[in-house]
């Protein structure tokens, strides 16, 4: 079988889950095996209906009280449990930093091969892969000789999430699992919903980002207000957080958030390949830079070389007029 970490909020299928099931029936159908999934904490059983519509046929289910919080170690036993107990050609699990933390813990304590940021896979003798490498901009193309249960996390945003030609009946098991205090060392204690005034950089459909050439905290002023009338939110380069200007939180790119905008405004920012990743999903892409050859310009689908502290307010002045 094909085995699938799957995970809800609050029995909700995670968009990631559902793309991470999608590459696990593909495999299960190529394979010619049943796909089961793996669901950990109380609640799990809640989602048995909708993984059946991804073609789910078993669901192992860990819902004891001590799995309530997440414990990467405690999961990563789980799984282990799982494929020890109905032998698993591969293990797929979505590549969000959780996912990919408990396919590496099975990795070291059952010594199996994990490949992360997969795209495809194919199985086979051996399985042939392709997975995104240097942040997204190489694919590289590999192959995986193991007999043991293979680990894969899909690259997030990679695969479309799609149901099952037919919904599959769910047969849910409990997995075989006694936990030691040290399997729950490292678990999530407490939530915390940040707190940010104005729209969330995620989900805007506008995103005006500012670089180090904004030139200053105080700099960003006119950008907050162009964001405010396109009712979007302002987003920053690396440089910007580094020096202090805006949080972390408001980074985009490799170590920073990625956002997925209709329009992305990029202000005084160069268009490094670690900032790029973060936005090269936006629809369109206006950059505003002094540089007529900083690399961003060519990668925009639209460009104005000009100082942003001259171009800004004369665009917040025309929106203002044109929306009065
Ligand atoms: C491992 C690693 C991870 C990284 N992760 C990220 C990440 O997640 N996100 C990220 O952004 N970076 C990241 N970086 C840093 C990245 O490589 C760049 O250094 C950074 O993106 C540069 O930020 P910038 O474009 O604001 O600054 P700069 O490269 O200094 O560019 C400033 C730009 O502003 C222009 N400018 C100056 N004045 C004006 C003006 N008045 N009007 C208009 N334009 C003006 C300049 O022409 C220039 O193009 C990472 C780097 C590494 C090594």
């Keep these: ?27 299960a159908g190529a394979a010619g095996v049943p796909l089961h999934a793996v669901i950990f904490g109380p ?24 799995l309530a919080s997440y414990a990467p170690v405690a999961w990563a036993r789980g799984v282990i449990a799982v494929v020890e107990a109905a032998p698993a050609e591969a293990v797929v699990a979505s590549g969000t930093d959780r996912g990919n933390e408990v396919m590496a813990t099975v990795g070291a304590l059952a010594g199996l091969p994990m490949v992360a940021n997969c795209i495809d896979v194919q199985p086979g003798d051996p399985y042939r892969l ?30 479309v999430p799609a149901k099952a030609d037919s919904a599959v009946t769910v047969e849910t098991q409990p997995v075989p699992l006694s936990l030691s205090d040290a399997d729950l060392a490292v678990r999530v204690l407490e939530h915390m919903v940040p707190e940010h005034d104005g729209a969330s950089l995620v989900d805007s459909r506008v ?58 405004i990029a202000c005084g ?12 999903s936006a629809r369109r892409i206006l950059a505003i830079n002094s540089d007529a050859d900083a690399p961003i310009m060519s990668k925009a689908d639209y460009a104005v070389a000009g100082d942003l502290h001259v171009v800004l307010p004369a665009l917040v002045d025309e929106l203002r007029r044109i929306t009065a």
Excluded at 10 to 26: V, Y
Excluded at 132 to 149: I, K
């Design 130 to 159: 392709s997975r995104l490498r240097w942040a997204g901009s190489v694919v590289e193309d590999a192959e995986l000789d193991s007999d043991g249960p293979r680990l894969f996390s899909v690259a997030p945003g990679s695969v």
């Design 1 to 27: 079988m094909i085995l699938c970490i799957v995970e809800h909020d609050n029995g909700r299928l995670e968009d990631q889950s559902a793309e991470a099931l999608t590459m696990a029936r593909g495999m």
């Design 43 to 66: 609640g799990g059983d809640a989602v048995a209906a909708a993984i059946g519509e991804y073609g789910v046929s078993v669901l192992h289910l860990a819902d004891s009280d001590a």
């Design 207 to 264: 995103v005006v980002g500012g670089g180090r050439g904004v030139g200053s905290a105080e700099g960003f002023a006119v950008l907050d207000e162009l964001a405010g009338l396109l009712g979007g939110a302002v987003g920053v380069s690396r440089a910007v957080t580094s020096l202090g200007w805006r949080p972390h939180r408001d980074q985009i790119g490799q170590t920073g958030v990625r956002i997925a905008p209709d329009l992305y």
């Design 269 to 280: 920012i160069s268009g490094a390949i670690q900032h790029m990743v973060g936005c090269k």
